[in-house]
């Protein structure tokens, strides 16, 4: 008892702001700012990469010559079995693996925030808008994504063109299938905040419910509706390779990481670097991402930041 | 127990219901009438007995309540008559396949069992490593031992099946070579060569899904050990002066596997939708395989059915799962 630690007591902190304290404790989360790091440099790399590295155009012949070559200081990652530079293909493939991520992560958070706060706000919705949200728990997910694929992709791809009617259809159909997290956490902080004295304070002088959820209920969901947003990007990317390596994703022309690494299995025996590039990246992402949505957690819980 | 039991049977119903409607109308909405598709393989009077079969001419509502119908009476009647030898279906029309022309369900019986094996081994390594790794990381918590298994669970999370098994394949079957890269389903054990043959095989998938569910079950019981190793009881049996293998294996280890096995029960369903990928990496003749096969050739009966079975086994182990936590652990019954 008597070895108690002085120095705590002697410098009193500095209030910081709240973003400053956000950041610091994300800091100290080595997991996240490992993942930080890593997901910025993949960003950067698909976003910046095809403007630094623009190999000169071959032709048909040329590019004939120069199929399946391994790595060397004309193709950094090799070419495939056409001749076409895999570096260049994975920087492509990436930024749609990375939009389909985003998206659909967009879609599902904002759907998800939606219903959560209707569900949690509204008690005569609740029951039927968290029934409904069980049973989309209890759909089977893959299965149903790639019918959904089958049955629409010929037609959407005939209004739309290939590349952006998989695009469409895939960001759609992962989006509506996986909101039901989000609805089911912003609905239990909602239940909590809306008994707290200002909500109570609010509707005493006759603010409107839509301006109660605007601006009362909504900013303090926020930390926990980016968690779930992180990891909904890395589930997102996850479904879509899954669909792509199916062979249920994006055409061949206008790959994703996940159809990279399907084309490349036929020539797994051959060239493993063809399925182990695409296959590095999407864990990668997946595994920094996921790493931020840990380190998120902690310093946006005003409860371990701090400690 | 048992109303608790009741109430969660009679939840499970309409939630069926939604999912056999989502799976019908996705189907049946889709560009197209199924029944205009059905390949002209199929002789002529056996369209007109599915057409009737399925009403095709009838408004949507009549038409979801034959296939249910189809679903739910005639294929459970042709399964009790080929038990008992009774009649009860009367010839009526069964689900066609359209490839293959012969009872879906049929095809699906001669599927399962691969995909049992397989799943099933999978699933029961996987816990069967992931326990004791969860046990000892809460036991040693922050301990080398303890990181370790953070960064294994992590990296579990985060590799997709399709991309470890894929690395599984490179390393152990083309450049070790100490496993065959394809499952052969013709094998047949008969003898003690060919037991080891199919061990081999099945080495690669079981690996490839028992890691990943390793990963996901060892964390909920490092953490599910972490809630209970600081309870009252726990205290009190040390200070009673058992040992601590008493103490960590008998008390904390009972009360933590509570919410431990209905997370085992809830990941069983989730699996045999991994087990599409692990199937098609590999050449396991299942489900998941049946299901990928039918999707490519457009094969709608056979896709409907299965995706719906998938659906059913969701929706059955959640039950499990839910009535297992109330026999488990009387304070969530409530009744």
Excluded: C
Aim: aromatic letters at 10%; proline letters at 6%.
């Amino acid at each position: 008892m008597t070895d108690a630690t002085p120095q705590a007591t002697v410098k009193p902190e500095k209030p910081a702001g709240s973003g400053r304290a956000i950041w610091q404790q994300f800091r100290s989360h080595k997991g996240a700012v490992f993942g930080l790091a890593v997901l910025t440099f993949l960003v950067l790399a698909v976003l910046i990469g095809p403007y630094l590295w623009q190999p000169e155009k071959l032709s048909v012949a040329q590019a004939m010559k120069v199929r399946n070559q391994p790595p060397s200081w004309q193709f950094p990652l090799g070419t495939d079995q056409l001749g076409r530079d895999m570096l260049v293909r994975m920087m492509q493939a990436g930024k749609v693996s990375l939009a389909v991520g985003f998206v659909a992560m967009i879609i599902a958070i904002t759907v998800g925030t939606l219903i959560g706060v209707l569900a949690g706000y509204f008690r005569r919705l609740d029951g039927p808008l968290m029934r409904m949200t069980d049973m989309f728990l209890a759909l089977p997910l893959i299965p149903l994504l790639l019918v959904m694929v089958m049955l629409f992709r010929d037609r959407i791809a005939s209004v739309m063109g290939p590349e952006l009617g998989a695009f469409t259809l895939i960001v759609f159909a992962i989006g509506i299938t996986s909101w039901m997290q989000a609805a089911r956490i912003v609905r239990g902080e909602v239940l909590a905040l809306k008994e707290r004295e200002y909500v109570l304070a609010a509707r005493s002088i006759g603010v409107a419910p839509r301006r109660i959820i605007l601006r009362h209920i909504l900013p303090n969901v926020v930390s926990p509706v980016m968690v779930a947003a992180t990891l909904g990007v890395a589930e997102a990317i996850i479904t879509e390779s899954v669909l792509s390596f199916l062979g249920l994703g994006f055409p061949p022309d206008f790959p994703t990481w996940g159809r990279l690494l399907f084309d490349g299995l036929q020539y797994m025996q051959l060239y493993p670097e063809r399925v182990i590039w695409p296959g590095l990246a999407i864990s990668l992402t997946v595994l920094s991402v996921n790493y931020i949505g840990d380190g998120l957690r902690d310093a946006l819980d005003p409860r371990i930041r701090g400690r | 127990m048992l109303t608790f039991t009741l109430r969660r049977l009679l939840v499970a119903i309409p939630t069926l219901l939604f999912i056999s409607l989502v799976i019908f109308l996705l189907v049946d909405l889709a560009p197209g009438s199924p029944l205009s598709d059905i390949p002209l393989t199929v002789p002529p009077d056996v369209r007109q007995r599915m057409i009737e079969a399925l009403g095709a001419d009838q408004p949507v509502f009549v038409r979801y309540v034959l296939w249910l119908r189809q679903f739910f009476w005639v294929e459970p009647a042709y399964l009790l008559d080929g038990w008992f030898g009774t009649n009860l279906a009367n010839g009526e029309q069964r689900i066609l396949s359209w490839q293959a022309r012969s009872p879906v369900f049929t095809i699906i019986g001669e599927r399962i069992p691969q995909t049992l094996i397989v799943i099933g081994t999978a699933y029961l390594v996987g816990v069967l490593i992931a326990l004791p790794i969860g046990i000892y990381s809460a036991y040693r918590q922050y301990s080398a031992f303890d990181q370790f298994g953070t960064l294994f669970a992590m990296i579990g999370f985060s590799v997709p099946t399709f991309f470890s098994g894929t690395l599984f394949i490179i390393i152990f079957a083309v450049w070790l070579g100490w496993f065959p890269t394809k499952y052969d389903t013709q094998l047949e054990v008969t003898d003690w060569a060919s037991f080891v043959e199919q061990l081999r095989q099945m080495a690669l998938p079981v690996m490839t899904l028992g890691l990943a569910n390793a990963a996901v079950i060892s964390r909920y019981m490092r953490s599910s050990m972490l809630d209970n190793m600081t309870q009252d009881y726990v205290r009190t049996a040390r200070a009673k002066g058992m040992t601590e293998r008493t103490v960590v294996l008998k008390h904390v280890l009972r009360n933590s596997m509570i919410p431990v096995v209905t997370v085992i029960a809830l990941g069983i369903p989730s699996i045999f939708g991994g087990a599409i990928i692990t199937e098609n990496l590999f050449g396991v003749n299942g489900i998941g395989a049946a299901l990928i096969g039918a999707i490519h050739a457009s094969d709608l009966p056979m896709v409907q059915t299965l995706a719906f079975i998938f659906a059913v086994l969701i929706v059955t182990f959640n039950l499990i799962a839910d009535i297992l936590y109330g026999l488990l652990d009387p304070r969530i019954r409530y009744d």
